[in-house]
């Protein structure tokens, strides 16, 4: 699949009950799921990644901080990447879920159902 991002599949997604995760750009699908299921989960999971890259854009303004900061710019950023989008999204996202009805009632859920075939609310 064309998509230019890193997917895999896993068993252990069994346990945990989901079909699919998106983190850091990647993600990940319950390789027990029926088949039919593919293509609307890995849809959904990269409306989750694209929600991190587009919803929230921090990260563009962390390279004009590595520019101007002594701290930014020391040896260990050469190595480490801070994903300030994705920490806000995580936040924001868990904010979103609080006291909803249903999982799928979550704007950034709801948003990635729009472009998949997942489960809805009642
Ligand atoms: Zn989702």
């Not at 002594?70 to 994705?86: A, G, H, P, Q, T």
């Not at 249903?102 to 997942?118: G, I, M, T, V």
Request: glycine share 6%; hydrophobic share 35%.
């Amino acid at each position: 699949m064309g998509t230019g991002n890193l997917i895999f599949s896993s068993k252990k997604g069994v346990e945990l009950d989901y079909y699919g995760r998106a983190y850091a750009g990647t993600l990940i699908y319950n390789s027990t799921m029926p088949n039919s299921l593919l293509n609307g989960v890995i849809a959904h999971e990269i409306v989750h990644i694209y929600q991190v890259d587009d919803f929230i854009s921090v990260n563009s303004y962390m390279d004009k901080l590595n520019n101007n900061s002594r701290f930014f710019n020391s040896k260990i950023f050469d190595w480490v990447y801070l994903d300030i989008n994705s920490l806000i999204t995580v936040g924001a996202y868990s904010l979103e879920g609080i006291n909803k009805q249903c999982y799928y009632d979550n704007y950034f859920e709801w948003e990635a159902n729009l472009f998949s075939e997942r489960d809805i609310c009642d």
